[in-house]
């Protein structure tokens, strides 16, 4: 068994991908075959002693896509550069189309419908409804042809898939449109013989209704776009070029032709480009990249670096153990799309209604057609009015609006809070949520170090050992030194001058300066060891081992040798995180934290909290293990993060929402973002999300009720028993009816309380 990839061209949406799976599966040999419309990749898994690779070309070739097998040493970056370049354009041509669409709909739009405006829109006599019927209806013949020209994918699309047996919202739009247009092409033959006719065109409907689905698919499209500029982002990540140490001599080269086993050298200030092992040198890198942890990690000799991560202080010399695809980073690129191919689709509301009312309406047709024609012996003309009043009475217009409506009147009340929701399937999704993981940097807590504890020894004070410590650290560039810093001029201390040659950096331990003539350390444990002051810390030791177990990092400040004090550095938690976690245990929602840092800091943090689970120490791929174990248990999970690290578990949950201050790559990668960072939003999301659905339910059902009432009527029912056939006057206005209170129940949902 092998398993390859390949890229496949020509499809569009789901039903394309799902049809790529359906005739690959079907192959003798063929184990899996998953297709991801987003990457427009198929990863397939078959025994190659009875399938070749021709074979499975030539089987996606009949479906009507292309497969191209791609280049086993996959270039990543490349490929993904490519793909955005083909979206780029594809959004750019569908925006044309759009633009086409509206340029022709807004002036059929006023002609067909300004006489009745109250008084009435003015119009040229050549073309008005009174004084030239046959040119007021040509024009709108006209008029109509090139919007349903740009719009030719509906119907293309939704004919195929109606055909296959799985009518979607495409299909509801070429059937309803398609019937108006048909049945205003006949109207359009009468009006040379019955100038009345001219009341009876429906190119407007058909007309506009395609122009806006066309804008809610363009929308669609940008939002798609977003996840594989997410993947390109963090492929950025890794510098291009790297330093190579060869001979003693250094050589800046591409870092696609660095090898396993050549050192490298890695500058203060530098991004890492290769995963490697350190042979020489120290640092602190930050590597929240992959670990989410704010707070740097000190390297050494003999310590893991990985691709991506931020040198801060120190120069250091790497031995690369990983390159290309192998990489941490590459990983992670795959673990995104592998989440991206898995993640169900979501099937919408109105497709499942389309599904049933469709075929259902269009047999109506048919048969009430036959009927009059084989029993009741009418005319050809009579038996084509049957048909058509029966698919124009049906017209899925407010169909097609109950579940756009409700998502835009919802979305907006998103905005308006802060909270943007990136498609129609986030709200679907959020109004079934039962489970919500949270990461704990920067979405539970703050995100950033602050001082949280000042121990000062005898002899010194708070305000003594903060202003020591925080004047040493203003030549420093680390995070736990700006934290000191930024307490000290909170609090308004004056700091000590630092003279130019008057300090130094102890690469992986901490600072020591000049400070009004005395010398002045600020670091960890091992500096104080460097320093051979650990009897003078002694006495304190046992809160130090205590703040740390809290997960706060203890600083030691010594001045001219003594222990002047600890100053304790944490990532603290949100004003709201609690008050926020307490809300959703009473929505009825399991909360787990999700984090890479320690044990003993997670748990801490989760106690503060009132968290009921907490699973610590997970890197990016073991977080998207955890949340497809959640939802193998059948819960629907939503995820919360910021971090680069997070994006590959917001993706593979149902719902991923990104907080607001968080990394791009996160920000692209969820499904919605909490534009101000405050967990209470979390809430209020899925409250919203119930509400909208809600709503298209009740929407879907008045445009339903409607659309039926009249069916059986357009059929003929009435003319059977001596009454009238169905007036295309009655049917607009039944039309009409169901639209209006579609966006009136709609609209409803701005008065919603959050």
């Not at 089987?59 to 040493?73: E, N, Q, S, T």
């Not at 590459?330 to 497709?351: F, H, N, T, Y």
């Not at 938690?573 to 997670?602: F, P």
């Not at 009527?713 to 007036?727: H, K, N």
Request: charged content about 20%.
């Amino acid at each position: 068994m092998i398993t390859e990839v390949y890229n496949i061209e020509g499809m569009s949406c789901a039903a394309c991908s799902s049809a790529v799976e359906r005739v690959t599966r079907k192959l003798a040999g063929v184990s899996q075959s998953s297709v991801n419309l987003t990457t427009a990749k198929m990863t397939i898994t078959y025994d190659e002693t009875q399938v070749t690779r021709e074979k499975i070309e030539e089987k996606v070739g009949r479906a009507g896509f292309k497969a191209i097998l791609a280049a086993p040493g996959r270039d990543l970056k490349k490929e993904e550069e490519e793909l955005f370049t083909k979206q780029e354009e594809g959004l750019k041509k569908s925006f044309h189309r759009l633009l086409v669409a509206v340029c022709f709909a807004v002036p059929l739009l006023y002609i067909a419908m300004g006489h009745m405006v109250p008084g009435g829109l003015p119009l040229p006599p050549m073309i008005d409804m009174h004084q030239n019927p046959v040119n007021f209806t040509l024009i709108q013949l006209a008029l109509t042809i090139p919007v349903l020209i740009a719009g030719k994918k509906f119907y293309t699309g939704g004919m195929r898939a109606l055909v296959k047996g799985n009518p979607n919202m495409d299909s509801l739009v070429a059937v309803g449109t398609g019937s108006a247009f048909l049945y205003s092409l006949v109207k359009t033959v009468q009006v040379f013989s019955n100038p009345m006719a001219a009341h009876q065109l429906y190119y407007e409907s058909a007309a506009v209704v395609v122009t806006l689905v066309m804008v809610g698919k363009y929308m669609e499209g940008r939002s798609k776009g977003k996840t594989s500029e997410a993947i390109r982002k963090l492929m950025e990540l890794a510098p291009d070029t790297a330093v190579l140490l060869e001979n003693g001599a250094e050589h800046e080269v591409a870092t696609e032709t660095v090898a396993v086993g050549q050192h490298i050298l890695i500058k203060p200030g530098s991004r890492v480009p290769l995963d490697g092992r350190v042979v020489e040198g120290s640092s602190s890198v930050d590597e929240s990249m992959l670990t989410g942890e704010s707070i740097p990690v000190e390297k050494a000799a003999g310590d893991e670096v990985i691709g991506g991560s931020v040198n801060y202080n120190g120069a250091m010399e790497i031995e690369v153990t990983r390159v290309g695809g192998d990489t941490t980073l590459s990983k992670i690129v795959r673990m995104m799309e592998d989440a991206q191919g898995k993640k169900a689709p979501i099937s919408k509301l109105a497709d499942r209604v389309a599904g049933i009312f469709v075929p259902t309406v269009m047999a109506i047709a048919a048969v009430a057609a036959l009927l009059w024609w084989l029993v009741g012996g009418q005319e050809l003309s009579f038996v084509l009015t049957i048909f058509v009043s029966v698919l124009v009475i049906a017209c899925p217009c407010a169909l097609g609006l109950a579940t756009p409506t409700a998502i835009m009147v919802g979305t907006g009340v998103g905005a308006g809070h802060g909270i943007l929701i990136k498609s129609g399937e986030a709200l679907e999704t959020g109004q079934r949520v039962d489970t919500v993981v949270l990461d704990k940097t920067g979405t539970i807590t703050e995100g950033k170090p602050k001082v949280t504890d000042i121990l000062p020894a005898a002899g010194f004070s708070e305000e003594e050992v903060l202003r020591l410590a925080a004047s040493g650290e203003q030549a420093s560039e680390h995070p736990l030194g700006a934290a000191i810093l930024a307490c000290a001029r909170e609090r308004e201390l004056e700091l000590f001058a630092l003279p130019a040659d008057g300090f130094e950096n102890q690469t992986g331990q901490g600072i020591v300066a000049m400070l009004d003539g005395k010398e002045t350390a600020v670091g960890n444990l091992r500096l104080v060891k460097a320093l051979g002051a650990e009897e003078a810390f002694a006495p304190h030791m046992a809160r130090a081992e205590q703040m740390s177990a809290e997960g706060k990092t203890p600083m030691f400040v010594l001045s001219e040798g003594k222990a002047a004090g600890i100053i304790a550095v944490a990532d603290t938690i949100k004003e709201t995180s609690i008050a926020a976690i307490d809300a959703m245990k009473a929505m009825g929602i399991d909360v787990y934290m999700l984090t890479g840092d320690n044990r003993k800091t997670a748990e801490y943090i989760g106690k503060q909290a009132h968290l009921p689970h907490v699973i610590a120490e997970v890197l990016p791929n073991e977080k998207l293990g955890v949340i497809s174990g959640l939802q193998s248990e059948g819960k629907t999970v939503m995820m919360v993060g910021d971090g680069i690290n997070d994006a590959p578990a917001l993706i593979q949950a149902d719902l991923g929402a990104a907080i607001g201050s968080g990394s791009d790559i996160a920000l692209e990668s969820g499904d919605m973002v909490l534009m101000k960072s405050d967990l209470m939003d979390v809430c209020r999301a899925i409250r919203l999300s119930r509400a909208t659905i809600r709503n298209v339910k009740q929407n879907l059902f008045w445009a339903f009720f409607y659309n039926s009432l009249g069916i059986p009527v357009a059929a003929g029912l009435l003319y059977l028993f001596g009454g009238p056939l169905l007036s295309p006057m009655i049917g607009g206005f039944a039309m009409s009816l169901s639209s209006v209170c579609v966006v009136s129940n709609a609209l409803r949902l701005r008065g919603l309380k959050l």
